[in-house]
T-cell receptor, first 114, second 114 residues
Framework: NAGVTQTPKFQVLKTGQSMTLQCAQD?????MYWYRQDPGMGLRLIYY???????DKGEVPNGYNVSRLNKREFSLRLESAAPSQTSVYFC?????????????FGPGTRLTVL | AQSVTQLGSHVSVSEGALVLLRCNYS??????LFWYVQYPNQGLQLLLK??????LVKGINGFEAEFKKSETSFHLTKPSAHMSDAAEYFC????????????FGQGTELSVKP
């Protein structure tokens, strides 16, 4: 049982390049989330998917798109990377039928945009 | 809107000393509250969670937190710090009516001196 996995672990991009961050969970959770972590700002929600087939914007969605490919997988795409998107990205999942809605996190992707 | 404030971005204690990490929240509805820990270069791991069942919540690794509604606080404590407790700690608030989204505090980095 791997929990939440993310690929890649590290990535360096040039301004304007695109890339997709991959996330998968094997806990049969309905909900999945993408966060970014920046120093002194905690984690901020980019997008989330309450269930398969639905996605919604979080606090900082600009410059990102997401796809809930199936129940297991939730990807985050940067269409045209900017230096301001240099950050650590975390994926999380949870089971909404449980109270409270405890989220389980992946190990993160460290992205640098030059 | 919900929010979380963690007082002190960095706390330093000696090994064996009391650990106290402060968290205050704002919520218009009874909240669910969480403490997560992040060890260097890792994802977030759940320490404990408040679900309204009991105001004093015990978590992993000897940590506990007390929910005080009158003070809107959920401070994290551990009687005796260990070197392995050095990490970043995040307080978060959620109400399941918002799709289970978490609002995180800014984080507190705990250092433990020998």
């Amino acid at each position: 049982n791997a929990g939440v996995t993310q690929t890649p672990k590290f990535q360096v991009l040039k301004t304007g390049q695109s890339m997709t961050l991959q996330c998968a969970q094997d806990m049969n959770h309905n909900s999945m989330y993408w966060y970014r972590q920046d120093p002194g700002m905690g984690l901020r929600l980019i997008y989330y998917s309450a269930s398969e087939g639905t996605t919604d914007k979080g606090e900082v969605p600009n410059g990102y798109n997401v796809s809930r490919l199936n129940k297991r997988e939730f990807s985050l795409r940067l269409e045209s990377a900017a230096p301001s998107q240099t950050s650590v990205y975390f994926c999380a999942s949870s089971e909404r039928s449980q109270e409270p809605n405890t989220q389980y996190f992946g190990p993160g992707t460290r992205l640098t945009v030059l | 809107a919900q929010s979380v404030t963690q007082l002190g971005s960095h706390v330093s204690v000696s090994e064996g000393a009391l650990v106290l990490l402060r968290c205050n929240y704002s919520s218009s509805v009874p909240p669910y509250l969480f403490w997560y820990v992040q060890y260097p270069n890792q994802g977030l791991q759940l320490l404990l969670k408040y679900t309204s069942a009991a105001t004093l919540v015990k978590g992993i690794n000897g940590f506990e937190a007390e929910f005080k509604k009158s003070e809107t606080s959920f401070h994290l404590t551990k009687p005796s710090a260990h070197m392995s407790d050095a990490a970043e700690y995040f307080c978060a608030v959620s109400d399941n009516n918002q799709g289970g989204k978490l609002i995180f505090g800014q984080g507190t980095e705990l250092s433990v001196k020998p």
